[in-house]
Nanobody, 127 residues
Framework: QVTLVQSGGGSVQAGGSLTLSCVIS???????MGWFRQAPGKAREGVAT???????YYSDSVKGRFTISQDTTKNTLTLQMNSLEPEDTGMYYC??????????????????????WGQGTQVTVSS
């Protein structure tokens, strides 16, 4: 059984930075990984994904501000969030999937079909 354990998050003022981490119990290099978020009253949306070949994809709303990275030696996925905005507020989830995914699917940032999910961590950005 694969488990994802998240840490990080918290509250910050607009313009600040936060880092989210996600430790996967299996070999991180074997999984497509992603970060997703859900704001109150809104649907879950993809933030950033990283495929097993190292390609990364970002939503337009976070491109240039967020960075997804992976440390395979520590089986850890990280989301560095800079220049945070109140619109970034929400519950953030990391996810992993070992099944083949096309580049188009990864680029779409769809959360459909991802197998493993972290417990979620709250990010609150105040104006």
């Amino acid at each position: 059984q694969v488990t994802l354990v998240q840490s990080g998050g918290g509250s910050v003022q607009a313009g600040g930075s936060l880092t989210l981490s996600c430790v996967i119990s299996g070999s991180a290099a074997s999984f497509h990984m992603g970060w997703f978020r859900q704001a109150p009253g809104k649907a879950r949306e993809g933030v950033a994904t990283r495929s097993t070949d190292g390609r990364t994809y970002y939503s337009d709303s976070v491109k240039g501000r967020f960075t997804i990275s992976q440390d395979t030696t520590k089986n850890t996925l990280t989301l560095q969030m800079n220049s945070l905005e109140p619109e970034d507020t929400g519950m953030y989830y990391c996810s992993a999937d070992s099944y083949p995914r096309s580049r188009t699917t990864m680029q779409s940032l769809s959360g459909a079909g991802w197998t493993y999910w972290g417990q979620g961590t709250q990010v609150t950005v105040s104006s």
